[in-house]
């Protein structure tokens, strides 16, 4: 008597573990779920390629084709100067991780890759401080030297943080980018916690936009 009611209680246990552990199993998948429907609702993601953005964000290379930085970028925020937004060039149909430096109407120029803005009304250019910036190891090329340029109403001027390497608005082939090609605003957030977002990314591995 004593040992079946031993054995009884003991195949109790082991039901309640198991149902414990499939409920735990089942609220991870329900977060998952939900975090992943918020994130397709108000936010999109991009994974980063080249050095365009260094040292802010690493990219992805031939050498290390899986080594670059997933970042999330709020597709309902409104840009702020010199915020890291993502753009859809539609000359490439890809999309791009750049940082913002002026809106229509102001007037910005670059000299030795240093980045000076007029706003819009203002009178005198301001040099821009940029912690962010890649040493700038080639100063006298013709893009870190970028002549003074007023942005065409309703668009961008973007740039990278590397701007030996970037492709850029100061490109004749791209040019402000149209606020209507802004994919979405990178939160600082998003910046602080790169080393996580990438892990999480890289670990469900997810497509790469």
């Not at 803005?117 to 100063?139: A, Q, W």
Request: proline share 4%; hydrophobic share 40%.
């Amino acid at each position: 008597m004593w040992n079946t009611a031993k054995s009884c209680l003991y195949g109790r246990e082991k039901r309640s573990a198991a149902l414990i552990f499939l409920t735990v199993i089942e609220i991870i998948c329900i977060v998952v779920l939900f975090v992943m429907l918020m994130l397709n609702l108000f936010f999109t993601s991009i994974y980063v390629d080249g050095d365009s953005m260094s040292p802010t964000l690493t990219g992805a290379s031939e050498e290390n084709p899986n080594g670059g930085d997933y970042v999330i970028a709020a597709t309902k925020m409104t840009p702020d100067y010199q915020d890291i937004v993502i753009v859809r060039d539609q000359s490439e149909g890809i999309n791009l991780i750049k940082r913002v430096i002026a809106f229509g109407g102001d007037a910005v120029k670059f000299k030795e890759g240093r980045a000076f803005l007029k706003r819009k009304g203002e009178e005198v250019f301001t040099p821009l401080d940029e912690p962010y910036l890649h040493v700038i190891e080639y100063p006298d090329r013709d893009k870190n030297n970028y002549g003074e340029h007023v942005v065409a109403e309703g668009c961008m001027f973007l740039v990278g943080d590397n701007r030996d390497a970037s492709l850029d608005s100061r490109n004749a082939a791209k040019g402000d980018f149209p606020m209507s090609s802004l994919v979405g605003v990178v939160p600082k957030w998003s910046i602080q916690y790169k080393e996580a977002i990438t892990g999480f990314y890289g670990f469900f591995r997810f497509s790469r936009a």
